[in-house]
């Protein structure tokens, strides 16, 4: 009796922060890998406001920062990460005890330089690993994955392994070339994951509008890839204001236009071209292990 009302405990404690599940439809969790050519052009920032976006309209996102170089999602979110993901290797660590609780519910996980050792770990450390990776699967309906920047083999192998991938430039043609270079390199390493496009850093509405038509027409005429607009964010004076004040544009000015252009895109996400299949954290991990060994 007790063992009965225990497993029910641990049950609802592990989904308590998912959303509702529709009746016959299958637990999928969207693994959405967020990247671009060049950095500086406000990826991280948009990862944490599209986070706090899908979190006001109900969704339960985790966020994992796996920016190798200078990862800084926690300096943005203005919470600290307790511990990254090697620490699940640890005898008696459970995927909880790596997350901190962000705002909105948001969680969020380091991967930090544990990600570069995965692929030293041997068969019984993954496979202690991906267990208590799955649970995230449990949790999250949306996990959001900030990638470095630049077309390293892991950033690479990190897109290729999500299920949506999200590309940000800017209207700057030094970001839209490597914008470009990062959707070849991915045809190249054969993606699979539909691709989206967002430009960030936008002055005017057209010039916006320009580069998203552009990119998709180049790159569908080149690459033969068909890249989905989720639309483009104003350039915003706020948003350096809030990156200093290390609270999230959409915490600290969420009436101003930018923050209402990722409210769109975050709209967009959910109601646009779905995934026809999400492999969840351990669909992407695996295949992600499978790249890298
Ligand atoms: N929409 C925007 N409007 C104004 N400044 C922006 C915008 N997006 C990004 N920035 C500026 O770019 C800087 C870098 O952003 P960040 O998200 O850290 O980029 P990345 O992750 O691509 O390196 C921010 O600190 C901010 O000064
Ligand atoms: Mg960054």
Not at 7 to 35: C, D, F, M, Y
Not at 39 to 51: C, E, P, S
Not at 85 to 107: F, M, S, Y
Request: hydrophobic fraction near 45%.
């Amino acid at each position: 009796m007790r063992d009965q009302a225990e497993n029910l405990r641990q049950l609802v404690n592990n989904g308590h922060w998912r959303s509702p599940v529709i009746k016959g439809e299958a637990l999928k969790t969207r693994v959405i890998a967020i990247t671009s050519g060049k950095g500086g052009v406000g990826k991280t920032n948009f990862t944490v406001n599209l986070a706090l976006a899908l979190a006001k309209v109900g969704k339960k996102i985790l966020i994992i920062d796996a920016d190798l170089g200078t990862a800084n999602v926690d300096l943005i979110l203005g919470c600290s990460a307790q511990a990254n993901i090697l620490k699940l290797l640890e005898e008696g660590v459970t995927a909880t005890d790596v997350i901190t609780d962000g705002p909105r519910g948001i969680k969020f996980m380091s991967g930090g330089s544990g990600i570069y050792q995965l692929a030293n770990l041997d068969e019984f450390q993954l496979q202690h690993l991906i267990t208590k990776i799955t649970e995230f699967d449990n949790w999250a309906d949306i996990i959001l994955i900030d990638t470095g920047a630049g077309i390293s083999r892991t950033v690479l192998n990190f897109v290729t392994a999500a299920d949506e991938v999200i590309i940000v430039t800017t209207p700057e043609p030094t970001s839209i070339t490597d914008a470009y270079a990062m959707m070849k390199a991915y045809a190249g390493n054969e993606g699979k994951a539909p691709l989206k496009l967002v430009v960030n850093r936008v002055i005017e509405t057209n010039e916006g509008q320009l580069v998203l038509d552009k990119l998709i027409k180049v790159a569908f005429r080149f690459l033969g890839l068909s890249i989905d607009s989720l639309g483009f964010v104003y350039e915003d004076r706020n948003l350096v204001k809030a990156v200093k004040a290390q609270k999230p544009l959409l915490l600290s000015y969420p009436d101003t236009i930018s923050a209402k252009c990722i409210e769109h895109i975050a709209e967009r996400l959910l109601n646009g071209k779905g995934v026809a299949h999400c492999n969840g954290i351990r669909g992407f991990f695996r295949k992600f292990l499978e790249m890298v060994r």
